[in-house]
């Protein structure tokens, strides 16, 4: 069964950095796009950063100059560089990645969910 590991999630003040990361585990045969969402107390869901397989990504305009995406395609990782912190960004950061299946299926699989508080 495929499963994402996620890690890196905490308590920072505001202007701090974490660094999130997000592994795929179980069998597949390739990952299409990686990122993260992430979902505040009272709103929804929403983009934080994606990333295809080609090397583009694409940004939610709130974090732009200060998130930065990244994957390790060896390790089926991506990590997520959160720099000058604000309080706004707190919320439940949470891992997706499209995957291809060995039976060459697309499937849709989401972490379980890592809690970023920025507060001081």
């Known amino acids: 069964q495929v499963q994402l590991v996620e890690s890196g999630g905490g308590l920072v003040q505001p202007g701090g950095s974490l660094r999130l990361s997000c592994a795929v585990s179980?069998?597949?045969?390739?990952?299409?796009?990686m990122g993260w969402y992430r979902q505040a107390p009272g709103r929804e869901r929403e983009l934080v950063a994606l990333g295809p397989s080609g090397g583009s990504t694409n940004n939610a305009d709130s974090v732009k100059g200060r998130f930065t995406i990244s994957r390790d395609n060896a390790k089926n990782t991506v990590y997520l560089q959160m720099n000058s912190l604000k309080p706004e960004d707190t919320a439940v950061y949470y891992c997706y990645a499209l995957v291809v299946t060995n039976a060459s299926r697309y499937r849709e699989v989401w972490g379980q969910g890592t809690l970023v508080t920025v507060s001081s």
């Open positions: 179980g069998s597949i045969f390739s990952i299409n796009a």
